[in-house]
């Protein structure tokens, strides 16, 4: 059996991984994200696109507890959910090296205050040969290009080791060649059987590496196998639909 149809298998009789029903996510009742239902398979990955301001990252947030939901419910398989903010949300000031960071993935197990078993160690040089900085273990982030950040923040995710994943714009502002190592961890993700969710903007690329799409304009436009929920038609939709200035936004009467 290869390896593909093994996968295929599993994810058919697994529960789903991540069930979202009729989110809604409203500030002062202006909707943010409004009643968005999906079901995300264990070994799916998702590519999130839409216009800007059309709720991406807000689901995001909501899925790992950091935006109240208004209405609806997530619904999550057991086990912790590794969630990859933008870059823009990571301060680089803070005084970590690269080791430290990584490490943070595996907190769960260590703890704030306890020693690092000698296996978790292990896993976190492992994680950073794999995103290829091996040797940087010691060098402050403050020190690290924007690619280089990204690969240590990825080789975290490794060490939290998920079965669900989120990424938000995970390859936006980093180059060619850091986009196309990352984008072999994410595919070895799937291969193991992991759901990964990844907002994302280059459709060309999204097109080449994500079998399945939520198309999102604060409403789901669209959500199923990436060929057909990026077509003409749903796009146009999509952009259609007025950037959500919460403002000015229609009131959503069931937002608490």
């Not at 803070?94 to 769960?108: K, N, S, Y």
């Not at 690619?147 to 990424?167: H, K, P």
């Not at 690329?205 to 399945?212: D, G």
């Not at 199923?224 to 936004?249: F, K, M, V, Y």
């Amino acid at each position: 059996m290869t390896r593909e149809r093994a996968l295929i298998e599993r994810i058919g009789t697994a529960p789903a991984a991540l069930t979202l029903e009729n989110v809604t996510i409203a500030y002062d009742r202006h909707p943010a994200v409004h009643h968005v239902s999906c079901v995300f398979a264990p070994g799916s990955l998702t590519a999130i696109v839409g216009p800007n301001g059309a709720g991406k990252s807000t689901l995001l947030k909501a899925i790992v507890g950091e935006a109240p939901l208004s209405q609806g419910r997530i619904m999550r398989s057991a086990g912790a959910i590794a969630y990859l903010p933008q870059a823009a949300e990571i301060d680089r000031r803070f005084p970590l090296c690269v080791a430290e960071v990584v490490l943070l993935g595996a907190w769960r197990e260590i703890g704030a205050f306890g020693a690092t078993p000698k296996n978790v160690a292990l896993r976190a040089r492992e994680a950073l040969e794999q995103v290829g900085l091996k040797g940087f273990e010691r060098r402050p982030i403050g020190s690290l290009s924007v690619g280089q950040l990204q690969r240590v923040l990825f080789a975290r995710l490794i060490v939290q080791d998920a079965q669900v994943i989120l990424l938000d714009e995970p390859f936006a502002a980093v180059d060619a060649r850091t986009t196309r190592d990352l984008l072999a961890v994410v595919r070895a993700w799937h291969e193991e059987g992991r759901a990964i969710l990844a907002v994302a903007h280059d459709l060309a690329q999204v097109r080449a590496h994500f079998p399945q799409t939520l198309l999102l304009a604060r409403e789901k436009i669209a959500f199923g196998p990436t060929e057909t929920t990026l077509s003409e038609a749903n796009l146009r939709r999509a952009e259609a639909a007025p950037e959500a200035e919460l403002d000015h936004a229609p009131v959503c009467a069931g937002a608490a």
